[in-house]
């Protein structure tokens, strides 16, 4: 005599709806046990003095407390093994492309709770319209201009004061990312290299992701050469739709009450960021990024942990 089929989860949980439907038109109460048994039949029937909807509940929230666990213990495991991968990587074309060891392990312990944190929490969550919005007034774009429809962000601009833990955040966003191959680079180092230096252009495209730290801290050339080198990199990443991640001291423009400030102390005003790389690179961060600024605060002068 062949057995029955066991059922499908699906088709229990649709059976029980279905009982448990007969039993609200009939205006009886029925605990899941009941409705359980009345699906399953004599030969599974369970005692309903033991299995009440209280214990149906705790159990429920044992699995949902063990599978937690075993969540967090996976994801530990992984970012313990992701955070070896950022901090001993090598480029194929022989240059280092290692994330520092100090902001991986700021990193792995990181509680979100600075605005560095936040901003790259949104970013890898796909922020929506209104961070958008923002980045646009912050960048001087008009609330009304026409644009066509934002694609996800992939370019991550963290602006703010020195020790704000916008390293850190970054070197976040890469640990908790599967990127095959990510990299880091200063922007100090990418200048002073250049856009001729064979390895690095040919390192370059091997990241799946790239972090430029401390853009802003770079000499700049009366002839541009930098400023057209970040534009041919941020245009290639936005180009192959790979994430890239910005860290910056500078503002977003020069504002009025900077301006005002630097007139007052018989200076002229700095170049910030719009200012300083041009429309293009501003363009590309308004269209699929993100400009997160991310406070004055020092966390290394507060002894805060970021």
Request: aromatic share 6%; with cysteine; net charge negative.
């Amino acid at each position: 005599m062949n057995e029955p089929a066991h059922e499908s989860d699906d088709e229990i949980d649709r059976e029980v709806i279905s009982v448990e439907d007969s039993y609200e038109r009939r205006g009886e109460p029925a605990t899941l046990t009941t409705l359980l048994n009345d699906v399953l039949g004599a030969p599974a029937a369970l005692d309903p003095n033991k299995f009440t909807d209280a214990w149906w509940r705790e159990r429920e929230q044992e699995l949902a407390d063990a599978r937690a666990k075993n969540a967090a213990a996976e994801e530990r495991d992984r970012m313990r093994i992701r955070a070896d991968v950022l901090m001993h990587a090598e480029g194929q074309s022989g240059l280092r492309c290692r994330f520092p060891r100090w902001a991986v392990e700021g990193a792995r312990r990181a509680s979100g709770d600075t605005l560095a944190m936040k901003h790259s929490r949104m970013f890898l969550a796909a922020a929506g319209l209104e961070s958008a919005a923002a980045s646009r007034r912050l960048l001087g774009e008009r609330d009304d201009d026409d644009e066509p429809a934002r694609e996800p962000s992939r370019i991550l601009v963290l602006a703010g004061g020195t020790g704000g833990g916008k390293t850190t955040a970054a070197a976040w966003i890469a640990l908790k990312s599967d990127d095959a191959m990510p990299g880091f680079i200063r922007a100090s180092e990418l200048e002073r290299r250049g856009r001729y230096d064979k390895d690095l252009r040919g390192w370059i495209p091997e990241r799946s992701s790239l972090v430029i730290d401390d853009l802003g801290a770079e000499l700049l050339d009366a002839k541009n050469v930098f400023r057209s080198w970040l534009d041919e990199i941020i245009d290639a990443f936005y180009s192959s739709k790979r994430r890239l991640v910005i860290t910056t001291n500078l503002k977003s423009r020069i504002d009025d009450a900077h301006r005002a400030q630097c007139a007052a102390s018989g200076v002229d005003a700095e170049p910030q960021f719009r200012e300083r790389y041009g429309d293009r690179v501003r363009s590309r961060i308004v269209q699929v990024g993100q400009w997160a600024e991310c406070g004055n605060l020092d966390l290394r002068e507060s002894g805060a942990r970021p």
